[in-house]
C-alpha cells in the first residue's frame, strides 16, 4: 500500500491549501485516515482525522475552524483543506492511514500506513 501526498507549496498567511493523499492498493473504510505536521526541529504532532466511514472527524485545537478533513466516498483519498493558514502552520505534512477501528486517531503508532510528506510553507 503506498499513500502518495500532493498539494503542498507556498503561500502567505491567510491564503488557502489543499492537501490530497491517495491510496493505492487497498480502501480504508473500516477505518482511520489522517494527516500530521512535523515543523522545523519539532516532532510529528496530529492535524485532524477522518473514519473511513466518514462519519466522524477530529481536530487538534489549532486548526479546528480553519481546516476541513474529508475522503472521497471510497476511503481511498483523503483531503485536507486549509484555510486562513498562519506562518506556524509551516510544516511537513504527512498522511497516515489504518484499516483498523480505533479510538487513538491522534497517536502515530495507530497508523499503519504512511506519506512521502509534503510541504507547507506560510510566509507572513
Known amino acids: 500500500v503506498q499513500l502518495v501526498e500532493s498539494g503542498g507549496g507556498v503561500v502567505r498567511a491567510g491564503d488557502s491549501l489543499r492537501l490530497s493523499c491517495a491510496a493505492s492498493?487497498?480502501?480504508?473504510?473500516?477505518?482511520?485516515m489522517g494527516w500530521f505536521r512535523r515543523a522545523p526541529g519539532k516532532q510529528r504532532v496530529f492535524v485532524a482525522a477522518?473514519?473511513?466511514?466518514?462519519?466522524?472527524?477530529y481536530y487538534t485545537d489549532s486548526v479546528k475552524d480553519r481546516f476541513t478533513v474529508s475522503r472521497d466516498n471510497a476511503a481511498i483519498t483523503v483531503y485536507l483543506q486549509m484555510n486562513s493558514l498562519k506562518p506556524e502552520d509551516t510544516a511537513v505534512y504527512y498522511c497516515?492511514?489504518?484499516?483498523?477501528?480505533?479510538?487513538?486517531?491522534?497517536?502515530?503508532?495507530?497508523?499503519?500506513?504512511w506519506g512521502q510528506g509534503t510541504q507547507v510553507t506560510v510566509s507572513s
Open positions: 497516515a492511514a489504518t484499516s483498523f477501528f480505533s479510538t487513538l486517531v491522534g497517536r502515530p503508532d495507530t497508523y499503519e500506513y
Open positions: 477522518i473514519r473511513g466511514s466518514g462519519n466522524s472527524t
Open positions: 492498493g487497498r480502501t480504508f473504510s473500516g477505518g482511520v
